[in-house]
């Protein structure tokens, strides 16, 4: 099965927005946002807190989908749908003013929230500490606050160095994965330069299987938690295969031929997960991997078929989807601060919702449009689609 890296300049280009992908960037948000809000609760105010079918449900799925501590699949799903939106309205051939234009585009569709988003982890973090200082350390992963810290994270160097990877949760935790997309955003546009537009595009497929085959001996052979942690959450190394596995999903043929195969992929990721739920085989972690890559590959069909056909209803999510990154940057320091004030689990998922949607029209909308106006100066006809995970 080719991995579709070798036209990337070729695939069709779309920049229309899709309604189906926006309602399905939804989902996703709201998935990672119950996955902390239920749990949290239940620490802050007790087990009863939460509704009982929530908290059965997201205990459920932490036990299928992360019993070692995987990447939760929400954000594999992100990560994925990240590569397959950025390459479907992307570079393509080499023209006048397309890598400055790219790059103009994305430091404004995600540099601003993000920085914004990381002061909103201090200040949560820091608000909820002058209630509670040991449920405020508990919840946001924050054991200090310094400068060297916030520079590490603005940054992004954690995507590298594993030793950083606690010291830039800074109230906000989740932000490390849009740290990473960040550099991904980066290596995407080098790639482009350095081998795409030289004429070696499977270069790129050889790297990113080099990296999972990897990833695959260093987990099997065994390593220790800190750094299982950050391979799994936090590093470019690991992520890079599953978001390059997005942009190949671009690719028609590759889309087709993974839509045949689905049964055989949905088979196999039942099948891994029996094998990982009633034994230990050795290598476990591995063996998790793959899943994980069976998931990916399920998540990356039902992106195509979500893009390809006209979803009936999606138009109900669509707004929220693209308010998609607010929610996502914004919602843990505000989760974790709500409920160590007392806030009813309800509340704060009506109050995440809602910052998300604001900060979508105050910062996002804008920052945009900005973004879309100096990339018109640079590359006159040449705009790119709006998506992003």
């Known amino acids: 099965m080719s991995m579709g890296f070798g036209r990337l300049a070729d695939v069709p280009l779309r920049r229309e927005r899709s309604d189906g992908i926006d309602a399905l960037r939804a989902v996703l948000a709201l998935w990672v946002v119950l996955a902390h809000l239920i749990p949290w609760t239940a620490a802050v105010q007790g087990p009863h807190a939460p509704p009982a079918e929530l908290a059965g449900a997201a205990l459920f799925a932490a036990r ?10 929400a954000v594999l799903a992100f990560i994925v749908l990240s ?18 234009g790219y790059a103009v585009r994305r430091f404004f569709r995600i540099g601003p929230l993000y920085y914004v988003a990381i002061g909103a982890g201090l200040a949560g973090f820091i608000a909820a500490a002058a209630r509670s200082p040991s449920l405020a350390v508990a919840l946001s992963g924050t054991t200090t606050l310094n400068a060297g810290c916030v520079a590490a994270k603005a940054l992004a160097l954690s995507a590298f160095f594993p030793g950083l990877q606690q010291c830039v949760f800074l109230g906000n935790a989740p932000l490390v994965t849009v740290l990473v997309e960040i550099v991904l955003y980066i290596l ?7 081998l795409v537009w030289r004429g070696r595009e499977r270069a790129v497929g050889i790297a990113c299987g080099t990296l999972f085959v990897f990833s695959l001996a260093m987990l099997g052979y065994g390593v220790s938690a800190p750094f299982d942690g950050w391979w799994q959450n936090g590093s470019v190394f690991a992520f890079l295969p599953y978001w390059w596995l997005g942009v190949a999903f671009a690719n028609p043929d590759f889309a087709r031929t993974c839509n045949r195969r689905l049964w055989l992929i949905v088979a196999a990721w039942g099948l891994l997960t029996v094998l990982l739920l009633t034994t230990a085989p050795p290598g476990v972690l591995a063996w998790a991997e793959i899943r994980k890559l069976c998931f990916a590959l399920a998540v990356g069909v039902l992106i195509e078929r979500v893009d390809r056909e006209n979803l ?3 138009w109900l999510l669509a707004p929220l989807g693209r308010a998609g990154y607010g929610l996502y940057a914004i919602h843990a320091p505000l989760t974790y601060s709500l409920l160590i004030y007392g806030a009813p689990w309800w509340s704060v998922l009506i109050a995440d919702i809602a910052a998300g949607l604001l900060i979508h029209q105050m910062i996002e909308r804008p920052m945009i449009g900005l973004g879309r106006s100096l990339q018109g100066r640079l590359a006159p006809g040449r705009g790119l689609a709006v998506h992003r995970s």
Request: aromatic letters at 14%.
């Open 83 to 100: 590569g397959y939106c950025i390459h479907r309205g992307g570079l393509r051939q080499r023209m006048p003013g397309a890598l400055a």
């Open 312 to 314: 009936q209803g999606s």
């Open 188 to 194: 995407y546009a080098v790639a482009f330069v350095g």
């Open 64 to 73: 299928v989908f992360q019993p070692f501590g995987e990447l939760h699949p």
